[in-house]
């Protein structure tokens, strides 16, 4: 089964834009793809998902700021995060669920966002 690397994560200012990546080890094209926040003492939160047809969805918290996206030629999935708030900080972590192997659901390391006032 695949897995999954996130990077792009880092320190930026109220206001400002990252865009974080989920690479996989191999094909994600059947996958359901989602990125997750997880806060200090919280559990981890749904933020995004795309499908293999690329029908997104999203937290209420983040929509219309936040885009979700796939390149299946790159094996890559994408959040772009604009207008960020403090409240967007935690680690991002990023899910992927098969079709196929059974359904696994695998989760990458995470990575760390940091929004400052």
């Known amino acids: 089964q695949v897995q999954l690397v996130e990077s792009g994560g880092g320190l930026v200012q109220a206001g400002g834009s990252l865009r974080l990546s989920c690479v996989a080890s191999?094909?994600?094209?059947?996958?359901?793809m989602r990125w997750y926040r997880q806060t200090p003492g919280n559990q981890r939160d749904y933020v995004a998902q795309?499908?293999?047809?690329?029908?997104?969805r999203y937290a209420d918290f983040v929509k219309g700021r936040f885009i979700i996206s796939r390149d299946n030629g790159k094996n890559t999935v994408y959040l772009q995060m604009n207008s960020l708030k403090p409240e967007d900080s935690g680690v991002y972590y990023c899910?992927?669920?098969?079709?196929?192997?059974?359904?696994?659901?695998?989760w990458g390391q995470g990575t760390q966002v940091t929004v400052s006032s």
């Open positions: 795309i499908s293999s047809d690329r029908n997104t």
């Open positions: 899910y992927s669920m098969s079709v196929h192997d059974g359904g696994a659901i695998v």
């Open positions: 191999g094909s994600i094209s059947s996958n359901v």
